[in-house]
Protein backbone atom coordinates (compact mmCIF):
# COMPACT_ATOMS: atom_id res chain seq x y z
CA UNK A 1 0.00 0.00 0.00
CA UNK A 2 1.92 3.06 -1.48
CA UNK A 3 1.05 6.69 0.51
CA UNK A 4 -0.10 8.07 -2.82
CA UNK A 5 -2.64 5.64 -3.98
CA UNK A 6 -6.23 6.14 -3.23
CA UNK A 7 -6.83 3.40 -0.93
CA UNK A 8 -4.50 4.72 1.57
CA UNK A 9 -5.34 8.36 1.42
CA UNK A 10 -9.25 7.41 1.43
CA UNK A 11 -9.41 4.16 3.07
CA UNK A 12 -6.81 2.84 5.29
CA UNK A 13 -5.69 7.04 6.69
CA UNK A 14 -9.09 7.91 8.05
CA UNK A 15 -9.80 5.09 9.22
CA UNK A 16 -5.79 4.67 11.07
CA UNK A 17 -6.16 8.20 12.56
CA UNK A 18 -9.84 8.78 13.82
CA UNK A 19 -9.43 5.17 15.64
CA UNK A 20 -6.65 6.56 17.33
CA UNK A 21 -7.98 9.87 17.96
CA UNK A 22 -11.08 7.78 19.43
CA UNK A 23 -9.29 5.30 21.63
CA UNK A 24 -7.02 8.11 22.71
CA UNK A 25 -9.76 9.45 24.50
CA UNK A 26 -9.36 6.33 26.72
CA UNK A 27 -6.05 6.61 27.18
CA UNK A 28 -2.64 6.13 25.79
CA UNK A 29 -2.62 1.73 25.67
CA UNK A 30 -5.82 1.60 23.47
CA UNK A 31 -4.44 4.38 21.22
CA UNK A 32 -0.96 2.51 20.61
CA UNK A 33 -2.81 -0.77 20.36
CA UNK A 34 -5.08 0.45 17.74
CA UNK A 35 -1.61 2.44 16.13
CA UNK A 36 -0.15 -1.40 16.06
CA UNK A 37 -2.69 -3.26 14.85
CA UNK A 38 -3.06 -0.64 11.61
CA UNK A 39 0.96 -0.90 11.06
CA UNK A 40 0.43 -4.44 10.60
CA UNK A 41 -2.55 -4.42 8.59
CA UNK A 42 -0.39 -2.17 6.29
CA UNK A 43 3.10 -4.06 6.40
CA UNK A 44 0.77 -7.24 5.55
CA UNK A 45 -1.32 -5.63 2.91
CA UNK A 46 1.10 -6.98 -0.12
CA UNK A 47 1.49 -10.07 1.45
CA UNK A 48 -0.11 -11.79 4.37
CA UNK A 49 2.47 -14.30 5.03
CA UNK A 50 5.50 -11.59 5.62
CA UNK A 51 3.93 -10.66 8.68
CA UNK A 52 5.05 -13.44 10.75
CA UNK A 53 9.02 -12.43 9.71
CA UNK A 54 8.00 -9.40 10.86
CA UNK A 55 6.66 -10.05 13.91
CA UNK A 56 9.16 -12.40 14.53
CA UNK A 57 11.89 -9.94 14.08
CA UNK A 58 10.63 -7.71 16.85
CA UNK A 59 9.83 -10.51 19.39
CA UNK A 60 13.59 -11.59 19.14
CA UNK A 61 15.19 -8.22 18.70
CA UNK A 62 13.03 -7.21 21.52
CA UNK A 63 14.40 -10.28 23.67
CA UNK A 64 17.70 -9.19 22.67
CA UNK A 65 17.82 -6.21 24.12
CA UNK A 66 16.07 -6.82 27.13
CA UNK A 67 19.33 -9.16 27.72
CA UNK A 68 21.62 -6.93 27.00
CA UNK A 69 19.97 -4.35 29.75
CA UNK A 70 19.97 -6.83 32.45
CA UNK A 71 23.51 -7.81 31.28
CA UNK A 72 25.07 -4.49 29.93
CA UNK A 73 29.06 -5.55 30.43
CA UNK A 74 28.58 -8.91 28.52
CA UNK A 75 28.68 -7.90 24.73
CA UNK A 76 27.96 -11.48 23.51
CA UNK A 77 23.80 -10.35 23.44
CA UNK A 78 24.64 -7.61 21.43
CA UNK A 79 26.77 -9.69 19.21
CA UNK A 80 23.82 -12.51 18.93
CA UNK A 81 21.24 -9.51 18.15
CA UNK A 82 23.72 -8.45 15.33
CA UNK A 83 24.20 -12.30 13.86
CA UNK A 84 20.40 -12.98 13.95
CA UNK A 85 19.57 -9.40 12.25
CA UNK A 86 22.31 -9.57 9.64
CA UNK A 87 21.87 -13.24 8.90
CA UNK A 88 18.70 -12.70 8.52
CA UNK A 89 18.71 -9.69 6.15
CA UNK A 90 21.88 -11.53 4.26
CA UNK A 91 19.48 -14.96 4.15
CA UNK A 92 16.29 -13.02 2.21
CA UNK A 93 18.77 -10.85 0.10
CA UNK A 94 21.90 -12.92 -1.07
CA UNK A 95 21.02 -16.94 -0.56
CA UNK A 96 19.98 -16.94 -4.51
CA UNK A 97 22.84 -14.62 -5.56
CA UNK A 98 25.37 -16.62 -4.09
CA UNK A 99 23.82 -20.01 -5.30
CA UNK A 100 24.36 -18.65 -8.47
CA UNK A 101 27.91 -18.06 -8.49
CA UNK A 102 28.20 -21.66 -7.35
CA UNK A 103 25.98 -22.31 -10.46
CA UNK A 104 23.81 -23.74 -8.23
CA UNK A 105 19.99 -23.70 -8.23
CA UNK A 106 18.59 -21.86 -4.97
CA UNK A 107 18.59 -24.27 -1.89
CA UNK A 108 15.09 -22.87 -0.74
CA UNK A 109 13.50 -21.87 -4.24
CA UNK A 110 12.67 -18.50 -5.18
CA UNK A 111 13.01 -16.54 -1.80
CA UNK A 112 10.50 -13.67 -1.77
CA UNK A 113 12.72 -10.42 -0.54
CA UNK A 114 10.21 -8.64 2.39
CA UNK A 115 9.16 -5.49 1.99
CA UNK A 116 11.29 -2.86 4.48
CA UNK A 117 13.31 -5.80 5.91
CA UNK A 118 16.34 -3.30 5.38
CA UNK A 119 14.67 -0.57 7.14
CA UNK A 120 13.08 -2.42 10.06
CA UNK A 121 16.68 -4.74 10.01
CA UNK A 122 18.89 -1.82 10.39
CA UNK A 123 16.13 0.07 12.89
CA UNK A 124 16.67 -2.88 15.72
CA UNK A 125 20.68 -3.12 15.24
CA UNK A 126 20.37 0.82 16.52
CA UNK A 127 17.93 -0.37 19.09
CA UNK A 128 20.47 -3.17 20.48
CA UNK A 129 23.51 -0.41 20.16
CA UNK A 130 22.31 2.19 21.89
CA UNK A 131 20.63 -0.24 24.42
CA UNK A 132 24.37 -1.46 25.23
CA UNK A 133 25.44 1.86 25.26
CA UNK A 134 22.81 2.74 28.03
CA UNK A 135 21.69 5.44 26.13
CA UNK A 136 17.49 4.43 26.08
CA UNK A 137 15.45 3.32 29.42
CA UNK A 138 14.25 -0.48 28.36
CA UNK A 139 10.77 0.42 26.88
CA UNK A 140 8.30 -1.41 27.32
CA UNK A 141 7.08 -4.39 24.15
CA UNK A 142 4.18 -2.24 23.15
CA UNK A 143 6.37 0.93 22.63
CA UNK A 144 8.66 -0.96 21.06
CA UNK A 145 6.45 -2.87 18.68
CA UNK A 146 5.07 0.23 17.27
CA UNK A 147 8.60 2.14 17.32
CA UNK A 148 9.68 -0.29 14.84
CA UNK A 149 6.03 -1.16 12.98
CA UNK A 150 4.82 2.33 13.08
CA UNK A 151 3.65 2.50 9.42
CA UNK A 152 5.16 5.89 7.98
CA UNK A 153 8.96 4.77 8.31
CA UNK A 154 8.39 1.09 8.32
CA UNK A 155 9.06 0.23 4.13
CA UNK A 156 11.10 2.99 2.87
CA UNK A 157 11.90 5.42 6.07
CA UNK A 158 13.59 8.04 7.04
CA UNK A 159 15.67 6.41 9.36
CA UNK A 160 14.82 7.28 12.69
CA UNK A 161 17.15 6.81 15.95
CA UNK A 162 15.62 4.88 18.78
CA UNK A 163 16.66 7.33 21.64
CA UNK A 164 14.80 10.00 19.76
CA UNK A 165 11.64 8.24 19.07
CA UNK A 166 10.84 5.63 22.16
CA UNK A 167 10.41 8.71 24.70
CA UNK A 168 7.82 9.82 22.55
CA UNK A 169 6.52 6.85 22.13
CA UNK A 170 6.68 6.28 26.09
CA UNK A 171 5.06 9.56 27.02
CA UNK A 172 2.68 10.12 23.66
CA UNK A 173 -0.61 11.57 24.81
CA UNK A 174 -3.18 10.90 21.57
CA UNK A 175 -5.53 13.17 22.16
CA UNK A 176 -3.77 16.09 23.62
CA UNK A 177 -3.61 18.92 20.88
CA UNK A 178 -4.91 17.09 18.38
CA UNK A 179 -5.99 19.75 16.07
CA UNK A 180 -2.88 21.46 15.72
CA UNK A 181 -0.94 18.36 15.14
CA UNK A 182 -3.52 17.06 12.50
CA UNK A 183 -3.38 20.45 10.97
CA UNK A 184 0.17 20.23 10.58
CA UNK A 185 0.02 16.34 9.44
CA UNK A 186 -2.12 16.78 7.13
CA UNK A 187 -0.10 20.02 5.62
CA UNK A 188 2.90 18.40 5.54
CA UNK A 189 1.39 15.34 4.45
CA UNK A 190 -0.01 17.16 0.86
CA UNK A 191 3.04 19.02 -0.16
CA UNK A 192 5.09 15.58 -0.05
CA UNK A 193 2.31 14.36 -2.04
CA UNK A 194 2.74 17.34 -4.38
CA UNK A 195 6.23 16.58 -4.96
CA UNK A 196 6.04 12.69 -5.75
CA UNK A 197 2.65 13.45 -8.19
CA UNK A 198 3.23 16.88 -9.16
CA UNK A 199 7.22 17.53 -9.70
CA UNK A 200 8.41 14.38 -9.62
CA UNK A 201 6.31 12.41 -12.36
CA UNK A 202 6.38 15.51 -14.15
CA UNK A 203 9.81 15.70 -14.29
CA UNK A 204 10.02 11.87 -15.30
CA UNK A 205 8.34 13.00 -18.69
CA UNK A 206 11.50 14.59 -19.76
CA UNK A 207 13.53 12.24 -17.90
CA UNK A 208 12.43 8.89 -18.98
CA UNK A 209 12.60 9.34 -23.18
CA UNK A 210 16.29 10.52 -22.60
CA UNK A 211 17.41 7.66 -20.70
CA UNK A 212 15.24 5.61 -22.50
CA UNK A 213 16.87 6.43 -25.72
CA UNK A 214 20.57 5.83 -24.10
CA UNK A 215 19.64 2.28 -23.49
CA UNK A 216 19.03 1.97 -27.02
CA UNK A 217 21.68 3.27 -27.79
CA UNK A 218 19.82 5.67 -30.06
CA UNK A 219 21.89 9.15 -30.75
CA UNK A 220 20.76 12.41 -28.43
CA UNK A 221 21.46 15.62 -29.08
CA UNK A 222 23.57 17.92 -26.35
CA UNK A 223 20.31 19.41 -25.60
CA UNK A 224 18.03 16.17 -25.13
CA UNK A 225 20.59 15.06 -22.99
CA UNK A 226 21.26 17.64 -20.82
CA UNK A 227 17.42 17.99 -20.48
CA UNK A 228 17.19 14.18 -19.82
CA UNK A 229 19.94 14.29 -16.94
CA UNK A 230 18.57 18.20 -15.40
CA UNK A 231 15.14 16.01 -14.89
CA UNK A 232 16.16 12.92 -13.68
CA UNK A 233 18.17 14.97 -10.94
CA UNK A 234 15.22 17.15 -10.02
CA UNK A 235 13.35 14.01 -10.61
CA UNK A 236 14.99 12.05 -7.54
CA UNK A 237 14.85 14.33 -5.56
CA UNK A 238 11.44 15.42 -5.31
CA UNK A 239 11.08 11.71 -5.47
CA UNK A 240 12.64 11.35 -2.47
CA UNK A 241 12.30 14.41 -0.58
CA UNK A 242 8.18 14.08 -1.26
CA UNK A 243 7.85 10.79 0.64
CA UNK A 244 9.62 11.80 3.33
CA UNK A 245 7.97 14.85 3.92
CA UNK A 246 4.74 12.26 3.49
CA UNK A 247 6.46 9.96 6.18
CA UNK A 248 7.40 13.27 8.72
CA UNK A 249 3.18 14.53 8.23
CA UNK A 250 1.85 11.08 9.03
CA UNK A 251 3.97 10.38 12.02
CA UNK A 252 3.14 14.53 12.80
CA UNK A 253 -0.85 13.24 12.78
CA UNK A 254 0.02 10.40 15.61
CA UNK A 255 2.05 13.18 18.14
CA UNK A 256 5.29 11.47 16.62
CA UNK A 257 7.56 13.97 15.72
CA UNK A 258 10.91 12.97 12.98
CA UNK A 259 13.47 14.15 12.01
CA UNK A 260 13.88 16.57 8.42
CA UNK A 261 15.49 14.42 5.74
CA UNK A 262 16.65 16.94 3.37
CA UNK A 263 17.72 20.51 3.65
CA UNK A 264 17.73 22.32 0.12
CA UNK A 265 20.47 19.87 -0.83
CA UNK A 266 20.97 21.46 -4.36
CA UNK A 267 21.71 25.20 -2.59
CA UNK A 268 24.84 23.55 -1.18
CA UNK A 269 27.89 25.37 -1.95
CA UNK A 270 30.12 22.26 -2.42
CA UNK A 271 30.15 18.63 -2.11
CA UNK A 272 30.52 17.98 1.01
CA UNK A 273 27.72 20.26 1.90
CA UNK A 274 25.58 18.74 -0.56
CA UNK A 275 25.73 15.34 1.67
CA UNK A 276 24.94 17.13 4.73
CA UNK A 277 22.13 18.39 3.23
CA UNK A 278 21.00 15.27 1.59
CA UNK A 279 19.23 11.98 3.14
CA UNK A 280 20.47 13.60 6.48
CA UNK A 281 19.16 10.84 8.94
CA UNK A 282 21.29 8.28 6.49
CA UNK A 283 24.42 10.13 6.78
CA UNK A 284 23.45 10.68 10.94
CA UNK A 285 23.18 6.78 10.81
CA UNK A 286 26.91 6.57 9.21
CA UNK A 287 28.45 9.02 11.44
CA UNK A 288 27.15 7.92 14.83
CA UNK A 289 26.79 3.95 14.31
CA UNK A 290 29.82 3.04 11.52
CA UNK A 291 32.33 5.82 11.24
CA UNK A 292 32.96 6.90 15.31
CA UNK A 293 32.87 3.37 16.27
CA UNK A 294 35.04 2.69 14.17
CA UNK A 295 37.62 5.23 15.32
CA UNK A 296 36.56 8.17 13.42
CA UNK A 297 39.85 10.59 12.74
CA UNK A 298 41.04 9.95 16.46
CA UNK A 299 44.09 7.85 15.13
CA UNK A 300 45.75 9.54 12.54
CA UNK A 301 44.99 10.65 8.66
CA UNK A 302 45.46 6.72 7.56
CA UNK A 303 43.25 5.52 10.10
CA UNK A 304 40.93 8.04 9.35
CA UNK A 305 41.15 7.70 5.77
CA UNK A 306 40.60 3.98 6.33
CA UNK A 307 37.61 4.39 8.13
CA UNK A 308 35.63 6.73 5.90
CA UNK A 309 36.22 4.43 2.82
CA UNK A 310 35.28 1.39 5.39
CA UNK A 311 31.85 3.59 5.93
CA UNK A 312 31.35 4.47 2.67
CA UNK A 313 31.56 0.50 2.00
CA UNK A 314 28.59 -0.58 4.40
CA UNK A 315 26.65 2.85 2.97
CA UNK A 316 26.85 1.45 -0.28
CA UNK A 317 25.82 -2.39 0.85
CA UNK A 318 22.89 -0.70 2.91
CA UNK A 319 21.78 1.45 0.01
CA UNK A 320 21.66 -1.94 -2.16
CA UNK A 321 19.41 -3.14 0.23
CA UNK A 322 17.28 -0.27 0.45
CA UNK A 323 16.81 -0.69 -3.60
CA UNK A 324 14.98 -3.89 -2.54
Not at 5 to 30: C, E, N, Q
Not at 55 to 71: C, D, E, Q, T, V
Not at 256 to 273: E, G, K, L, V
Not at 274 to 284: A, K
Amino acid sequence: MLFNTKLFILVFLPLAVGGYLGLGRLGRRPALVWLLACSLVFYAWWKPVLLFLLAASILFNFFFGRMIGMFPHRRAWLVAGLVFNLGLLGFFKYTGFFASLLGAACPFGGILLPLGISFFTFQQIMYLVDAQRGDIPAPTFLDYACFIAFFPHLIAGPIVQPRHILPQFASIQPFAAWRERLTQGIEIFILGLAKKLVLADGLARFADPGFAAAALHAPLTLIEAWVALLAYALQIYFDFSGYCDMAIGLARMFGINFPINFNSPYQARNISDFWRRWNITLSGFLREYLYIPLGGNRHGEARRIFNLMLTMLLARIMQDCWRA
